[in-house]
């Protein structure tokens, strides 16, 4: 039997398709499914409730313990030799020790490095759950075990700054006592602007977490949504005459485009939520000097 | 109107900030670039404000996406 051109093209395409897609148990040739469906949350240990909340270990959860397990053996495995000399690997996770330390140091200055492990941790976090986010799924992975991004949940995302608030507010009064709240009132304002500075010196404060949960939310959200909806694209083209299958390409090459923009961003991103808290973090450490 | 169609016309204005972003992405890029060729040797220097700004920027955008996409799917 021989193959001729016009399959041999679907069926790659459909086949590198599979790989792309992140849709569970799906056959080769799939209809094109929600793009929403890869948000589902599915328990896979049920646990009963503790005090009305779900314990549940989810897949949430399971693509959270393998980021940071893999975080964890890197970083263990490549600093184990400690050379003077680093190899590849000591040299990589040096690199990155260097990054995150530089932008304390240049973000809050010496006295801030005192909140280097916590900083190092929130980049490695979310920089790995970003990465491991955009593996594509093993086509026909049983429900559940699809690649999941645990940053695409708001929850997640929100829970960490509020964390960094938190610190924020506790070692801001730690540190300055109530001269914390000199963070309100900026320095060199005229007397009779100064209770209108003052709220919306509040107001900006209380945006903080929020603005800095729903922005990283927001980017792997709609960056995989976009990567899943032209995946649909490719689906229904496939669906059609061979000149459609043809036309399939293009949202294909779309979907190489876009997954090396969220490559990038999924760094980016990693990267703005460290470099936003060392900036909160500055401010609790100088409150005076706002 | 029908709730229906008043869901889709939300839902496409909703995403219009995505337009804001695009002017906002090419002005940061722009700036930059017309910065680093007047003045290239401080061109890297500058490299880490230029992500932090096209990351806030992108932001934006996004945010009328999300809630554009949410206006579609929850109601």
């Known amino acids: 039997m021989t193959i001729s051109l016009s399959d041999l093209i679907p069926t790659l395409m459909s086949l590198i398709l599979s790989k792309l897609s992140a849709f569970s148990a799906a056959p080769i040739m799939v209809m094109a499914a929600d793009p929403m469906e890869q948000f589902e949350i599915v328990r896979l240990a049920p646990f009963p409730n503790v005090f009305g909340f779900d314990l549940s270990f989810t897949n949430s959860s399971l693509w959270m313990t393998i980021s940071v397990t893999a975080a964890l053996i890197f970083f263990t495995l490549s600093t184990r030799g400690r050379a003077l000399i680093p190899g590849r690997a000591q040299s990589v996770a040096e690199i990155i ?13 010496p006295e801030g490095m005192k909140f280097f492990p916590y900083v190092f941790t929130l980049f490695i976090f979310v920089l790995m759950n970003n990465l491991f986010g955009l593996f594509p799924t093993i086509p026909g992975a049983p429900h559940g075990l699809h690649t999941f991004t645990a940053t695409s949940h708001i929850i997640v995302t929100l829970a960490l700054a509020f964390l960094t608030i938190a610190i924020v507010i506790i070692y801001g009064f730690y540190k300055n006592g109530f001269g914390f709240l000199k963070l309100f009132v900026p320095s060199g304002v005229p007397a009779w602007l100064l209770p209108l500075i003052v709220l919306i010196e509040f107001i900006s404060f209380l945006s903080r977490p929020l603005s800095l949960g729903i922005r990283l939310f927001a980017n792997m959200f ?9 995946a649909g694209f490719v689906v229904s083209l496939l669906g059609g005459g061979f ?12 979907i190489v485009a876009v997954m090396m923009l969220e490559i990038l961003v999924a760094f980016l991103q990693a990267y703005v939520f460290a470099i936003l808290t060392c900036m909160y973090l500055n401010d609790a450490e100088h409150a005076d000097a706002h | 109107m029908e ?7 939300g839902a496409g204005i909703a995403s219009l900030p995505l337009a804001g972003a695009a002017v906002g992405l090419g002005i940061i890029f722009g700036n930059f670039l017309s910065g680093a060729f007047r003045n290239p040797s401080a061109a890297a220097a500058n490299q880490q404000t230029l992500l932090l700004a096209f990351a806030l920027t992108e932001f934006t955008g996004l945010l009328g996406f999300v809630i554009s996409i949410l206006i579609l799917v929850v109601f």
């Open chain 1, 97 to 109: 020790y260097e990054f995150i330390a530089n932008m304390v140091r240049d973000a809050i200055g």
């Open chain 1, 222 to 230: 709609a960056g995989h949504i976009i990567l899943k909806v032209f």
């Open chain 1, 243 to 254: 000149m459609l299958k043809l036309l399939a390409l293009v949202p294909m090459l779309g």
């Open chain 2, 3 to 9: 709730a229906e169609a008043a869901k889709y016309i």
